[in-house]
């Protein structure tokens, strides 16, 4: 597993962004996949996850309702669509993978891409 997040930016306070979590190795599909945020000074936490099958999917508080996991087989990848974005999602964002179900403790994850910045400005 080679996983790489891609999409992060700019936006304006209530716009969407999609990130992708792409693995080069092309063997996510036997894999959870969660989506985890660092913003300065803070520790590194838990935003959503989906189970490697697909049927399972889990979100925390602050973003239910406005992020959506989702995952392409063909395409090895994993997608985390944000929408209605609020100056306090500004974070690193980063994805990470690892068998089993889904944990939002970071430290049970093995593997994990380089992040990419996602910055909502107000």
């Known amino acids: 597993v080679q996983l790489q997040a891609f999409g992060g930016g700019l936006v304006q306070a209530g716009g969407s962004l999609r990130l992708d979590c792409v693995d080069s190795?092309?063997?996510?599909?036997?894999?959870?996949v969660g989506w985890f945020r660092q913003a300065p000074g803070k520790e590194r936490e838990f935003v959503a996850g989906?189970?490697?099958?697909?049927?399972?999917?889990q979100y925390s508080d602050s973003v239910k309702g406005r992020f959506l996991v989702s995952r392409d087989y063909d395409a090895a990848t994993v997608y985390l669509r944000m929408n209605n974005l609020k100056p306090e999602d500004t974070a690193v964002y980063y994805c990470?993978?690892?068998?089993?179900?889904?944990?939002?403790?970071?430290?049970?994850?093995?593997?994990w891409g380089r992040g990419t910045q996602v910055t909502v400005s107000s």
């Open positions: 990470a993978a690892k068998s089993g179900g889904i944990y939002t403790r970071p430290g049970a994850y093995e593997y």
């Open positions: 989906i189970s490697w099958g697909g049927s399972a999917k």
């Open positions: 190795g092309r063997a996510l599909s036997d894999y959870v």
